[in-house]
Nanobody
Framework: QVQLVESGGGLVQAGGSLRLSCAAS????????MGWYRQAPGKQRELVAQ???????NYADSVKGRFTISRDNAKNTVYLQMNSLKPEDTAVYYC?????????WGQGTQVTVSS
C-alpha cells in the first residue's frame, strides 16, 4: 500500500502564491508518475500537473506558466508551486501516484483564492 499526505493548502488572495507538498510512504516504487488533481464544487476532478520519475512534466492548459510541479525522489515527495493564483483555482487539491501496483490518492487539501 501507498500512503499520500498533502500539506500546504490555505486561503490566499488573487495573485498570491502557495506551495503544496505531498509525502508518499509505504510501498512506493522508484518508477512511478506522481501528480496533482483538483476538484471544485459541482465539477469533476481534473488533472493539474504530472511528473514522471525521470522528471518529465505535463500541465493542464489552465495552469501552464503559473504552476510548477517538482519532486524529490530521495524524500518521495512531490511539490506544486502555484503562482499568480486566480479565484477559479479554488478547489480541493489531491495528490496522486500511479505505479505498477495501482493508483493511489491522498485525502486532499483545500485551496481557496479570494478575489
Amino acid at each position: 500500500q501507498v500512503q499520500l499526505v498533502e500539506s500546504g493548502g490555505g486561503l490566499v488572495q488573487a495573485g498570491g502564491s502557495l506551495r503544496l507538498s505531498c509525502a508518499a510512504s509505504g510501498s512506493i516504487f522508484s518508477n512511478n508518475i506522481m501528480g496533482w488533481y483538483r476538484q471544485a464544487p459541482g465539477k469533476q476532478r481534473e488533472l493539474v500537473a504530472q511528473i514522471t520519475s525521470g522528471g518529465r512534466t505535463n500541465y493542464a492548459d489552465s495552469v501552464k506558466g503559473r504552476f510548477t510541479i517538482s519532486r524529490d525522489n530521495a524524500k518521495n515527495t512531490v511539490y506544486l508551486q502555484m503562482n499568480s493564483l486566480k479565484p477559479e483555482d479554488t478547489a480541493v487539491y489531491y495528490c496522486n501516484a500511479v505505479q505498477m501496483t495501482g493508483t493511489y490518492w491522498g485525502q486532499g487539501t483545500q485551496v481557496t483564492v479570494s478575489s
